[in-house]
């Protein structure tokens, strides 16, 4: 696959009440053509002022951008082949949906064949009379993404494209337009702050934060191989317990023994414990030869539907979750054993931590 | 397009500048008329404007409240007809309705004595030429102020009060009495303190009522006294009382935000039957009987009268200049009008950015609140330095132009406002959706800003066409010689006494209204539908 944008050490810097604000502090990234990937941080972090700077709305301090192999730096917005569908769709509200789409398209850039097959798709084609006033949020949606489909963009941009729709409708419609974009072979880059938005659509994720990116990862290994406790923290459920090194790869916590295959500096360090690494026994996985089984205390449940997330304390007051199916129930007081997969362990140095605090 | 900002501070600088030359006439005080002002007139013209002031605040709240509670909260046959009849007064200018009041209730008014002749009471105790009687009259004239504000309350505000009430088990009259009124004060504010504006404001009215107060006080300083000075310190005495009420309407309009940040629901309208309706109709019929009926039906018949008489075509013959210098001039103010506004309302948008630009463009929309005898004054002082130091002659004060900016700098804020309204429409996301789509500057316009602001720009000028016909005061004091409108000529008709022949232009200035009225209800009623 051709590489489509490549961006490189890119800084932003933004006046805000006469002060220099750094949003954006050497961003990069790149994305082959076809890929859908997905910016995902905290509400601040920088996103939203990313896309801006793509499509050209706001100035770049320092950095490349280069799109289609060239440096797009000076291009005007209009002119780069770049799509940009607002969180809050922008639809002009004196123009009906049809108006919407085509709105500063001149008869010869005018696609009718793209037009008919994008309304099709994304289901349109009995509201385009209808003034904006008169659609859901998702049929203003589908409208916003056909207004810039139209235009056949190389490149698209999703600024929280689902904010405004219910939450269940939202991963249906994460994967729909994943499905779309596969269909039209289109790339795409959105952003969000909701991790399962960004799981459905994208193929990659970059993690931001204080405007970085930390991670850029596919969505599994920024689950099962963060790196640094931030990534760890954002994605999914976690708990940290203290780990001390015995040797080289050899570390002991209050789970026991177990070694890594990454060499670390010197401690004080945490070990990383994913809930479905935690199996209490008799639920579902019978034990193996080499495991040993722990004891500790169930003190909290979390009722999720199909599983339940236990916070379980230790012997030495330390917590540990574990996702049980929620057909398996515990009450709290009660007293279980449990074994853990120790070779999907991550430890951290706990100066990440102390890093991460301060940067909050 | 940076003209649009520089347009801005031209129209601030046409209000601040006559208020500073009215600040500076402090400096040649005439003490001979001060003395007489302090003897035989300030104590009065306080004490009046105050008791004026007290009783219209009143009385329109009598009126308004219920009115507005009924429409928002009731449904039943005919509330969306009533919903415009409500606002017709807005077509009356005030002096139209004091002429109408003291020829039926005057002390030889056609009411005053037939019930006077049926009854043996005598016409002094029936007579509402009074400070009693001027305040019914502003009442009548003024509630829709406060109507529009209340209804507005409590449409967007009610729904949820009851809902809650409800749920708290919280009885009907202590929900509106504890919560509905206390939410809905900044709303209230905001209606009464413009009401006080337009009473302050008044000259026409007072003035056929003899009441002294202080807009009476500068065209008698003007020209009773001959003492143009005079008349601009009485005229800075106003302006500070008028400014102390701009910032009390201005601290509750930003209050009214803080109480919208509760998202808003439609009131369920209770459906209004049997005996409570017949009551209903009945009040609003002897209401609306009295506040529109009655003077419209005195208008057309004395307008008959008057033209089928022996002198009726010469009459009417008379009245065609009035009528055409009232439309031109009207016509062409509001052109001047609409057109500053709409470049200022663009500016807003697109081209104020900092705190200093905004403060021009907010300064420009305090002209509403100078009282249109304070304005004359304050106009025709500078424009008269400025032909005595250019000309050596009256060439500017002898012209259109007083007129034209008095009428600019008081209702270019009546075609603002909704305007600016009409282009906050678009968000931050839309401008930035025109860069990415490289829309030039035609398609902008032609499928985006005109499209989005006709509609509003179209009853902003009928709104700002209906102020300027009904307009008093600036015209009485800054027209050219020749140029009298039906405004002039009505208050001409009643100094000499003459109703009658009064309610012939007014008969036209008021169907004209009513016609202007109409359609900038049609736009408030489908904010509602």
């Given at each position: 696959?051709q590489q489509l944008?490549?961006?490189e050490n890119?800084h932003?810097?933004l ?5 220099d ?6 961003i990069?990234f790149?994305?082959e053509?076809?890929e859908?990937a ?9 996103k939203?002022t990313l ?12 950095g ?8 797009i ?10 799509g940009?569908v607002?969180?809050d769709y922008?639809?002009f509200p004196h ?13 010869n850039?005018f696609n ?5 097959q ?5 289901k349109?084609?009995?509201?385009l009379?209808r003034?904006?006033h008169?659609?859901s949020?998702?049929?203003q949606?589908?409208v ?17 494209p ?7 409708l ?10 779309l974009?596969?269909k ?13 938005e ?8 970059g ?7 930390v991670?850029w990862?596919k969505?599994?290994d ?10 760890a923290t954002f994605?999914g459920?976690?708990?940290?317990i203290?780990a001390k ?11 026991g ?6 060499k ?9 414990v994913r809930?479905?690494?935690i199996?209490i026994?008799?639920v579902s996985?019978p ?6 089984s722990?004891e500790?205390?169930?003190i ?9 997330l236990?916070?379980?304390?230790l012997?030495n ?5 574990s996702?049980?199916?929620s ?7 009660q ?8 070779d999907?362990?991550i430890?951290f ?10 940067l909050i | 397009?940076?003209?649009a900002?520089k ?19 402090f400096?040649?005080?005439q ?5 007489h ?8 013209m306080?004490k009046s ?6 009783g219209?605040?009143?009385g329109t ?16 046959p005919g ?8 606002l017709?007064p807005?077509a009356f ?6 002429a109408?009041g003291?020829?039926l209730?005057g002390l030889?008014g ?10 043996g009471?005598s ?10 009687g001027l305040i019914?009259i502003?009442s ?8 529009v504000?209340?209804?507005e309350a409590f449409?967007?505000?009610g ?14 009259s202590?929900?509106i009495r504890?919560?509905?009124l206390p939410i809905t004060?900044?709303?209230?504010a905001?209606?009464i303190?413009?009401?006080?504006m337009?009473?302050?404001?008044d000259?026409g009215?007072?003035s056929?009522?003899n ?8 065209y008698r300083?003007w020209?009773?006294?001959f003492?143009?000075?005079t008349a ?11 400014f ?6 201005k601290k509750?309009?930003s209050?009214k935000?803080?109480s919208?940040?509760?998202k808003?629901?439609s ?11 017949v009551?209903l ?6 209401f609306?009987?009295a506040?529109v009926g ?7 018949q004395?307008?008959i009268?008057?033209?089928g008489g ?7 013959l008379?009245?065609?200049a ?11 103010a509001t052109?001047i ?17 900092n ?10 929309k305090?002209g509403y609140?100078i009282p249109?005898?304070?304005?004359a ?5 500078p424009?008269?330095k ?11 004060t002898?012209?259109?132009?007083p007129l034209?900016l008095g009428?600019t700098v008081?209702f ?13 429409k678009?968000s931050s996301?839309?401008s930035s959706q025109?860069?990415v ?5 035609l398609?902008?316009w032609?499928?985006?800003y005109f ?9 902003a000028f009928?709104?700002v066409?209906l102020?300027?016909?009904k307009?008093?005061p600036?015209t ?6 020749g ?8 208050f001409?008709?009643t100094s ?6 009064a309610?012939v232009?007014?008969f036209?200035?008021v169907?004209?209204g009513?016609?202007?009225v109409?359609?900038?209800?049609l736009?408030f ?5």
């Amino acid at each position: 696959m051709q590489q489509l944008i490549m961006v490189e050490n890119l800084h932003v810097h933004l006046k805000n009440q006469g002060n220099d604000v750094k949003i954006l502090n050497g961003i990069n990234f790149k994305l082959e053509e076809g890929e859908l990937a997905s910016l995902l941080g905290p509400s601040g972090c920088g996103k939203s002022t990313l896309l801006r700077v793509l499509i050209g709305l706001e100035k770049i301090s320092t950095g490349t951008i280069v799109f289609e192999q060239k440096n797009i730096e000076m291009v005007k917005p209009h002119k780069r082949n770049i799509g940009l569908v607002f969180q809050d769709y922008a639809l002009f509200p004196h123009l009906t949906a049809h108006e919407n789409i085509c709105i500063g398209l001149s008869e010869n850039q005018f696609n009718n064949e793209l037009f008919t097959q994008l309304v099709n798709m994304v289901k349109i084609d009995e509201i385009l009379r209808r003034y904006p006033h008169e659609l859901s949020g998702g049929q203003q949606q589908r409208v916003a993404l056909v207004r810039t489909l139209i235009r056949s963009p190389r490149l698209v941009l999703l600024d929280e494209p689902f904010s405004g729709l219910d939450s269940h409708l939202k991963e249906d419609m994460a994967k729909e337009l994943r499905m779309l974009f596969k269909k039209l072979k289109t790339t795409a880059i959105m952003v969000t702050h909701d991790q399962k938005e960004a799981f459905s659509f994208s193929d990659s994720i970059g993690i931001m934060r204080q405007g970085q990116i930390v991670q850029w990862s596919k969505a599994f290994d920024l689950y099962h191989e963060p790196q640094n406790r931030f990534v760890a923290t954002f994605i999914g459920e976690t708990t940290f317990i203290k780990a001390k090194k015995i040797s080289e790869y050899c570390f002991y916590s209050a789970l026991g023994e177990f070694k890594i295959d990454k060499k670390t500096d010197d401690g004080p360090f945490e070990l990383m414990v994913r809930p479905d690494d935690i199996h209490i026994d008799g639920v579902s996985h019978p034990l193996a030869n080499d495991e040993i089984s722990i004891e500790g205390e169930i003190i909290e449940s979390d009722f999720r539907g199909a599983m339940t997330l236990y916070l379980i304390q230790l012997e030495n007051s330390e917590c540990i979750k574990s996702l049980v199916p929620s057909h398996q129930k515990f009450e709290r007081g009660q007293k279980v054993s449990f074994h853990v997969d120790m070779d999907r362990f991550i430890v951290f140095s706990e100066n990440d931590k102390f890093n991460d605090d301060n940067l909050i | 397009m940076l003209v649009a900002k520089k347009i801005s501070f031209f129209v601030a600088l046409l209000v601040i500048i006559p208020m500073i030359f009215l600040l500076f006439s402090f400096t040649e005080v005439q003490t001979e008329n001060w003395l007489h002002l302090i003897h035989f007139q300030l104590p009065t013209m306080l004490k009046s404007t105050a008791v004026l002031l007290v009783g219209v605040l009143l009385g329109t709240s009598l009126i308004a409240l219920p009115l507005a509670y009924f429409q928002t909260f009731y449904q039943f046959p005919g509330r969306s007809l009533f919903e415009v009849l409500f606002l017709l007064p807005l077509a009356f200018p005030l002096y139209v309705y004091a002429a109408i009041g003291l020829t039926l209730f005057g002390l030889t008014g056609d009411i005053t004595l037939w019930i006077s002749k049926h009854t043996g009471l005598s016409p002094f105790l029936i007579n509402i030429k009074n400070q009693f009687g001027l305040i019914q009259i502003f009442s009548f004239a003024l509630y829709p102020y406060l109507y529009v504000t209340m209804r507005e309350a409590f449409e967007t505000h009610g729904g949820k009060v009851f809902e809650v009430a409800t749920s708290l088990k919280i009885k009907k009259s202590v929900a509106i009495r504890k919560i509905l009124l206390p939410i809905t004060k900044p709303w209230y504010a905001a209606g009464i303190i413009l009401i006080a504006m337009e009473t302050l404001a008044d000259f026409g009215a007072s003035s056929m009522f003899n009441a002294t107060t202080f807009t009476t006080g500068i065209y008698r300083s003007w020209f009773g006294l001959f003492s143009l000075a005079t008349a601009e310190q009485v005229a800075s005495m106003l302006m500070i009382i008028i400014f102390i009420c701009v910032f009390f309407y201005k601290k509750f309009e930003s209050k009214k935000n803080y109480s919208m940040a509760v998202k808003s629901i439609s009131p369920k309208k209770k459906k209004l039957k049997g005996v409570k309706l017949v009551l209903l109709y009945l009040g609003y019929a002897i209401f609306l009987v009295a506040v529109v009926g009655v003077p419209f039906y005195f208008l057309f018949q004395k307008t008959i009268l008057v033209l089928g008489g022996s002198r009726g075509d010469d009459f009417i013959l008379s009245l065609q200049a009035p009528l055409y210098h009232s439309l031109y001039l009207s016509l062409i103010a509001t052109i001047i009008i609409l057109g500053l506004s709409y470049t200022m309302a663009y500016a807003r948008r697109f081209q104020l950015k900092n705190s200093f630009d905004i403060f021009w463009f907010e300064t420009s929309k305090l002209g509403y609140a100078i009282p249109g005898t304070i304005l004359a004054v304050a106009l025709y002082v500078p424009l008269n330095k400025i032909d005595q130091i250019i000309f050596g002659k009256s060439v500017l004060t002898f012209s259109l132009i007083p007129l034209f900016l008095g009428y600019t700098v008081r209702f270019v804020s009546i075609g603002l406002n909704p305007l600016e309204v009409s282009f906050k429409k678009l968000s931050s996301s839309h401008s930035s959706q025109i860069i990415v789509y490289g829309l030039s500057s035609l398609t902008q316009w032609k499928k985006i800003y005109f499209p989005l602001t006709v509609t509003t720009a179209l009853s902003a000028f009928f709104l700002v066409f209906l102020e300027l016909l009904k307009e008093l005061p600036i015209t009485l004091m800054t027209r050219p010689f020749g140029r009298d409108t039906l405004a002039v000529k009505i208050f001409e008709y009643t100094s000499e006494g003459d109703w009658d022949r009064a309610a012939v232009p007014s008969f036209i200035l008021v169907s004209l209204g009513i016609v202007a009225v109409i359609m900038v209800y049609l736009r408030f009623n489908k904010k509602y539908s």
